[in-house]
């Protein structure tokens, strides 16, 4: 019997496996709070070097005083990061007048001058990231995202090897404790080494809660659940663009993004270690428990009497327990090609999907009223998911969303700038196809591994996915060489990662793979075979193996 089968007979999707999947959508709320953060915490407002008093100023007005120590930028607006070293009365009375030869232009001297009426405080004003240290500004994502990159390889690794639900409690409270702490940081050194560990904890919470709710729920359901889970994330996307609406400091905004962690590990002392890792890692008694307290939830009675602690032992006997490591991902043929097309896939759509979420500027709405929409469309996107993912199958859902991607992001950067509605509505529904790849890439990538491997999978692709995400602020910053760079950027890379994912694995309506030779000898097929292979046994009663059969016969297979 594989595990496919006990999950049926203990409610492959009750009253259990529901609380689950509430008690993990909190933490993931928090997710997208902290990787979307930057948006606020370090916006640079409108700025000016600080004029210092000079004859006269006195009786000239502000405007009079910028436009004697203030030249203009190419665009016609006033500098932001240079200023004249002498008054140029001359301005006054003619602004396209040439400055005297007596006086150059400089960078400030003695700091800026922040606009406060949309940002009390954030990194930017704090430690002036602004001009020619607006790199640092936004290596502070690149720093917190090389964070959420270490974190997939350590903890993929790690609840492998010692369990999803023990390893989830580690991930909070790291988060926890390096959130907190970096709300409370002195100096920019400090922030961005709080701010990576903070990302290393993110991470263990994003894959491991993933992957132990996948991990309980059967077949039939995991597109819906997965389609669920990933919808807090979406709200969660929309909080945030409400926090930092009513919370204009940088300090109290982080704080508030990472108490629900404190909750979370409340909610943890409930949460279920996962059967299936258990089963293979031949803790049969530890999984008969978790099994027999969800078949008692689901109403099934008399689980005892069909599946005892002996009969588990016998199950997973044949077995050869052993320890996986990453590089497993690579010894074997089928799992070096799954694992290298899905490495570049999980880059195409972090990337492309970074590059959008992050860029909440330029358009005609304002930046709180955009991360809302681009958190807005993401759910009829992930909905949509839903709909045809059982359809079209996983491949091509995954293929096309990509591909639609950067097309509209090219087609985006296309649009000239004085059609700000237009380049918004383009934007928005970028966003929304940059959201439909992500919802995908995760539950195919945890269907394509074995159980054995599953979290390294997942970690390893991760791993590449935070790579991108990484790369993606720094790639923002090429449009003062020329503007329509980061856009091709983007576009290519989503169109090419779009077509590396006709190379995987179909996997709609298919088995999870419990081995390495599962994957290797293609023994992942559809449920409606697994269950035609075990008409022999006497796991199930006949009018339960009836109902089986007939349950998954409603359901097309699209493969």
């Not at 009969?311 to 006997?317: N, T």
């Not at 992930?382 to 991607?405: E, M, N, P, S």
Request: proline share 3%; net charge positive.
């Amino acid at each position: 019997m594989k595990f496919e089968e006990l999950l049926l007979e203990v409610g492959g999707f009750g009253k259990y496996q529901m609380l689950v999947y509430l008690m993990l959508c909190l933490p993931r709320l928090v997710i997208p709070m902290h990787f979307l953060l930057h948006n606020f915490i370090s916006a640079s407002p409108s700025h000016h070097c600080i004029i210092p008093n000079f004859t006269g100023i006195s009786n000239l007005s502000q405007d009079k005083i910028f436009l004697t120590r203030l030249p203009r930028a190419p665009d016609g607006a006033l500098s932001s990061c240079k200023m004249f070293s002498s008054p140029q009365y001359q301005l006054r009375v003619n602004s396209s007048q040439d400055m005297d030869n007596t006086s150059s232009i400089q960078s400030c001297q003695q700091g800026w001058v922040y606009d406060h009426s949309q940002y009390v405080s954030t990194t930017a004003t704090e430690w002036d990231l602004v001009c020619e240290k607006k790199g640092l500004n936004q290596a502070i994502a690149t720093f917190f995202f090389i964070g959420v990159t270490l974190g997939s390889v350590l903890f993929g690794y790690l609840s492998d090897r010692f369990g999803r639900r023990s390893i989830l409690l580690l991930a909070f409270a790291v988060t926890l404790l390096f959130g907190t702490m970096s709300a409370f940081a002195v100096s920019y050194l400090m922030f961005i080494i709080m701010r990576l560990l903070c990302g290393v904890g993110l991470t263990g919470i994003s894959i491991i809660s993933l992957i132990l709710a996948v991990e309980w729920t059967s077949i039939k359901h995991r597109t819906f659940c997965g389609t669920i889970s990933g919808i807090s994330w979406s709200i969660g996307y929309m909080i945030l663009a409400l926090l930092a609406y009513l919370i204009r400091s940088w300090r109290w905004l982080l704080l508030a993004v990472t108490s629900p962690c404190l909750l979370s590990i409340i909610i943890w002392w409930w949460l279920p270690e996962s059967a299936r890792w258990l089963l293979a890692k031949k803790e049969v008694e530890s999984a008969h428990s978790y099994l027999s307290r969800c078949a008692k939830v689901n109403g099934k009675k008399n689980l005892h009497s069909k599946i005892t602690v002996k009969a588990l032992q016998k199950m997973v006997a044949t077995d050869e327990s052993r320890n996986y490591f990453y590089w497993h991902l690579l010894k074997t043929s089928k799992l070096r090609k799954m694992t290298l097309c899905s490495a570049v896939v999980w880059f195409g759509v972090s990337f492309t999907y970074y590059g959008i979420s992050l860029n909440i500027s330029g358009f005609s709405l304002d930046p709180y009223v955009t991360q809302f929409m681009f958190g807005a469309i993401e759910i009829p996107a992930k909905l949509g998911v839903y709909f045809v993912l059982d359809r079209i199958g996983r491949r091509h859902c995954q293929a096309w969303t990509l591909i639609v991607t950067g097309f509209f992001i090219a087609l985006n950067a296309s649009i000239p700038a004085e059609h700000g509605h237009v380049r918004s509505a383009v934007a928005i529904l970028g966003k929304g196809f940059s959201e439909a790849s992500f919802t995908t890439v995760f539950l195919y990538t945890a269907e394509l591994y074995p159980t054995v491997l599953r979290q390294s999978g997942l970690g390893c692709c991760s791993f590449v996915a935070r790579i991108a995400s990484s790369l993606a602020p720094m790639i923002m910053l090429l449009d003062e060489t020329w503007r329509y760079l980061p856009p091709m950027i983007f576009s290519i890379v989503a169109g090419l990662s779009g077509m590396v994912a006709f190379l995987l694995t179909e996997t709609t309506n298919s088995q999870l793979p419990e081995t390495i030779e599962d994957v290797e000898d293609d023994r992942h097929g559809s449920l409606m075979d697994r269950v035609k292979l075990n008409l022999s046994t006497n796991w199930f009663s006949e009018l339960e193996l009836k109902g089986t059969i007939n349950s998954v016969a409603l359901e097309p297979n699209w493969n």
